[in-house]
């Protein structure tokens, strides 16, 4: 389907840097032309809706009430037709942005536009969310700094749209839906893979660090999620083990550091969603060694090991030992599946998304406590027997991303005219009910940190 697309036969330059050619047919106008402002409030009847990073617009209860908490009073959000183009005000920069396939409402620190009827939906959704037209929100967007950078409104409506005849929009949106979903289809394959190899993986660190490695007489833990132990280990609350430290940045240059449930406790410049201050004076610290955990996502694993110091969010806690232990083993234990449903039974809120493990919760969780160097000797066998099973974890991530950037890739040279895909199109069936945006990946749902209001 996608080997043999060519360019177009002729080309007509755009007076666009940044575009270059387009097809000859083609058009382009200021957004102002075929997007013009709404503002239509007092709908609290309808759903509500969110835009998110990698999904565009979406229903709020498909977010799993991660993307950002609700105002109470609901009467100034505004209403969102099937169509509509929706900017999030400070995160469009960052391609916070979709076109609504829903009706509902939506918080007012969005941009809602209607669309002309010379764009299709799915077409606008594909060109809108593309880097090309990213690029522009960002030079649309005024501030200092990675968080306060709000649309200014007259240098976005003076943004350039591309508009191909109305019959090369329709072909465009088929092309790319039948392509998303074989590429979706790839992604899952890959994910289930790395599903199963992670389970693989998990069965071995809980057999280790819940049974130690030689095969010793067993006796009952006392505690409901770990079982037996071996006879000569211990079991003691977390308060005996760790002591929470709450030390503040003087000037705030330290990196900072963000969670992510795949990739631990990294630089913010790794997770994508991450959100980030103009100033870090204040923040709070941790150092190499320390135990962080996120307070909101406790209950999902989110804990790990600082491998370098930095300034992390106020909703994380740090804690150190007070014992002599093993911090990469304690890691190990606390991310385990079967701690996790401890760690949610003692996770207090009124939604999940927003649930918080306080600290005192956490110091009263009963943990196994086999001699220290045998805690270090655990480690060294589960990095051991892991290895293989991290490689090719890996390898199988590194297919995701290529070929996330490859969609990415395909779907801007085609929005641009780079390719002409209307005779493929042509031999394709319809798809019935086919999504026009890509589907948020599991990685990136593991992403979301922070509010993106």
Same mark, same amino acid.
């Given at each position: 389907?996608?080997?043999?697309?060519?360019?177009?036969?002729?080309?007509?330059?755009?007076?666009?840097?940044?575009?270059?050619?387009?097809?000859?047919?083609?058009? !382009?106008?200021?957004?102002?032309?075929?997007?013009?402002?709404?503002?239509?409030?007092?709908?609290?009847?309808?759903?509500?809706?969110?835009?998110?990073?990698?999904?565009?617009?979406?229903?709020?209860?498909?977010?799993?009430?991660?993307?950002?908490?609700?105002?109470?009073?609901?009467?100034?959000?505004?209403?969102?037709?099937?169509?509509?183009?929706?900017?999030?005000?400070?995160?469009?920069?960052?391609?916070?942005?979709?076109?609504?396939?829903?009706?509902?409402?939506?918080?007012?620190?969005?941009?809602?536009?209607?669309?002309?009827?010379?764009?299709?939906?799915?077409?606008?959704?594909?060109?809108?969310?593309?880097?090309?037209?990213?690029?522009?929100?960002?030079?649309?967007?005024?501030?200092?700094?990675?968080?306060?950078?709000?649309?200014?409104?007259?240098?976005?409506?003076?943004?350039?749209?591309?508009?191909?005849?109305?019959?090369?929009?329709?072909?465009?949106?088929?092309?790319?839906?039948?392509?998303?979903?074989?590429?979706?289809?790839?992604?899952?394959?890959?994910?289930?893979?790395?599903?199963?190899?992670?389970?693989?993986?998990?069965?071995?660190?809980?057999?280790?660090?819940?049974?130690?490695?030689?095969?010793?007489?067993?006796?009952?833990?006392?505690?409901?999620?770990?079982?037996?132990?071996?006879?000569?280990?211990?079991?003691?609350?977390?308060?005996?083990?760790?002591?929470?430290?709450?030390?503040?940045?003087?000037?705030?240059?330290? $990196?900072?550091?963000?969670? !992510?449930?795949?990739?631990?406790?990294?630089? !913010?410049?790794?997770?994508?969603?991450?959100?980030?201050?103009?100033?870090?004076?204040?923040?709070?610290?941790?150092?190499?060694?320390?135990?962080?955990?996120?307070?909101?996502?406790?209950?999902?694993?989110?804990?790990?090991?600082?491998?370098?110091?930095?300034?992390?969010?106020?909703?994380?806690?740090?804690?150190?030992?007070?014992?002599?232990?093993?911090?990469?083993?304690?890691?190990?234990?606390?991310?385990? !599946?079967?701690?996790?449903?401890?760690?949610?039974?003692?996770?207090?809120?009124?939604?999940?998304?927003?649930?918080?493990?306080?600290?005192?919760?956490?110091?009263?969780?009963?943990?196994?406590?086999?001699?220290?160097?045998?805690?270090?000797?655990?480690?060294?066998?589960?990095?051991?027997?892991? /290895?293989?099973?991290?490689?090719?974890?890996?390898?199988?991530?590194?297919?995701?991303?290529?070929?996330?950037?490859?969609? $990415?890739?395909?779907?801007?040279?085609?929005? $641009?005219?780079?390719?002409?895909?209307?005779? /493929? /199109?042509?031999?394709?069936?319809?798809?019935?009910?086919?999504?026009?945006?890509?589907?948020? $990946?599991?990685?990136?749902?593991?992403?979301?940190?922070?509010?993106?209001?």
């Amino acid at each position: 389907m996608i080997e043999g697309l060519k360019p177009y036969a002729e080309y007509k330059e755009s007076g666009q840097k940044w575009l270059g050619q387009v097809p000859r047919q083609w058009a !382009s106008y200021p957004l102002c032309r075929v997007a013009t402002p709404k503002s239509e409030c007092g709908r609290t009847d309808l759903e509500l809706l969110s835009v998110y990073l990698h999904r565009g617009v979406i229903r709020y209860a498909d977010s799993g009430g991660q993307v950002h908490k609700p105002s109470l009073d609901l009467s100034k959000y505004q209403v969102v037709a099937p169509g509509d183009f929706v900017l999030n005000n400070q995160q469009a920069w960052r391609g916070s942005i979709g076109v609504s396939k829903f009706q509902g409402i939506i918080s007012p620190a969005y941009v809602v536009l209607k669309l002309s009827p010379k764009l299709n939906p799915g077409y606008a959704n594909y060109l809108f969310r593309s880097p090309a037209m990213v690029a522009q929100y960002v030079v649309a967007s005024r501030g200092v700094g990675d968080i306060q950078r709000n649309l200014f409104y007259p240098d976005l409506r003076n943004s350039i749209a591309i508009v191909p005849p109305p019959a090369e929009q329709a072909a465009i949106v088929r092309f790319l839906d039948h392509a998303n979903r074989k590429i979706d289809g790839f992604i899952r394959a890959k994910r289930k893979l790395i599903g199963l190899l992670n389970e693989q993986k998990q069965a071995i660190i809980h057999r280790a660090v819940t049974r130690g490695l030689a095969d010793a007489p067993l006796k009952p833990s006392g505690i409901h999620w770990l079982g037996e132990i071996p006879k000569y280990w211990e079991v003691r609350r977390a308060k005996y083990l760790f002591r929470e430290v709450d030390e503040r940045s003087q000037e705030g240059k330290e $990196t900072h550091l963000a969670m !992510s449930q795949r990739l631990g406790l990294v630089p !913010s410049s790794m997770v994508e969603s991450a959100m980030r201050s103009d100033s870090y004076a204040g923040a709070k610290l941790c150092k190499e060694g320390d135990l962080v955990l996120n307070r909101l996502k406790a209950h999902l694993g989110v804990f790990a090991l600082a491998k370098q110091g930095g300034v992390i969010s106020p909703d994380y806690s740090v804690f150190r030992k007070r014992a002599a232990i093993s911090m990469e083993y304690y890691e190990s234990v606390l991310r385990s !599946s079967a701690c996790r449903r401890e760690l949610r039974t003692r996770a207090k809120g009124l939604v999940e998304g927003f649930w918080r493990l306080y600290t005192d919760d956490f110091y009263d969780i009963r943990l196994p406590v086999p001699p220290q160097p045998e805690q270090t000797e655990i480690m060294a066998a589960v990095t051991t027997e892991t /290895a293989a099973l991290n490689t090719v974890i890996a390898r199988t991530e590194r297919e995701i991303a290529l070929m996330q950037e490859y969609r $990415t890739r395909l779907t801007a040279d085609i929005v $641009t005219g780079k390719l002409d895909v209307r005779e /493929a /199109a042509a031999t394709l069936p319809e798809l019935p009910n086919a999504p026009s945006a890509e589907p948020a $990946t599991d990685e990136a749902m593991e992403e979301i940190e922070e509010s993106e209001e």
